[in-house]
């Protein structure tokens, strides 16, 4: 596709809950990312892949964060037993190469209640 | 480290004025620079960059922005705001040979009709 296409754009999951977000990069794209906007605007990056292996994953609290990106599916992340600080909206974006601009998703907002 | 400042908060200015959102970036080496536009609740849509070149870029929508290394700064410009221009504006950077982005905190732009 044309854009990146994030699933769902809102998700509720009860504190202990599993959460697990979905993205489609542009077709090809080589290079997708995932990044956590919190309040004030900050933007946190949790992952990178290089196709379907992880390129950069030194930014992900990995006790409950995983992702993936396998051909022919959709990208994912997911979070195993949400906690409240997990509240943020997930970008999900991808790029051609790694000095290309990156094109972002709509977001997926994450409320843990 | 790679990082941005973003140095206000918001940014006012009248329909018709000319608008500039400042960005002032750190990074070893030479940097890719970015800027980006979030309207609420959507993703962010890319708008310029730098990555080699002419100092002066141009982007989405009239803007443009000027790359100065000894400033180490990337101010975005646009010669005469449209309300529609009121939105939330990211500058980030990118090191060369690293893969994530670094985000300033945002800039508020309202345009006042």
């Known amino acids: 596709g044309e854009e990146v296409a994030q699933t769902p754009k809102h998700l509720v999951r009860g504190e202990g809950q599993k959460a697990k977000l979905y993205c489609a990069p542009i077709k090809g794209h080589s290079y997708v990312f995932w990044y956590q906007q919190v309040l004030k605007n900050e933007f946190k990056f949790l992952i990178s892949f290089q196709n379907e292996n992880v390129f950069d994953e030194t930014g992900m609290p990995k006790e409950r964060f995983s992702a993936k990106c396998l051909p022919n599916s959709p990208c994912s992340l997911e979070i195993q037993a949400t906690k409240l600080e997990d509240s943020a909206v997930y970008f999900c974006?991808?790029?051609?190469?790694?000095?290309?601009?990156?094109?972002f998703g709509q977001g997926t907002r994450l409320t843990v209640v | 480290a790679q990082s941005v400042a973003q140095p206000e908060d918001q940014v006012n200015v009248a329909e018709g004025n000319p608008l500039t959102v400042k960005c002032t970036y750190s990074v070893s080496g030479n940097p890719y620079l970015f800027w980006y536009v979030q309207y609420p609740n959507r993703g962010l849509q890319f708008l310029l960059k730098?990555?080699?070149?002419?100092?002066l870029v141009k982007g989405s929508y009239g803007f443009e922005a000027e790359f100065n290394k000894s400033q180490t700064s990337f101010h975005l410009k646009k010669p005469s705001a449209l309300v529609s221009d009121s939105a939330l504006y990211f500058c980030?950077?990118?090191?060369?040979?690293?893969?994530?982005?670094?985000f300033g905190k945002g800039n508020q732009v309202v345009v006042i009709p």
């Open positions: 980030a950077v990118r090191e060369r040979g690293n893969n994530r982005l670094a």
């Open positions: 974006a991808s790029s051609q190469k790694l000095n290309t601009e990156a094109f």
């Open positions: 730098y990555i080699t070149g002419d100092n």
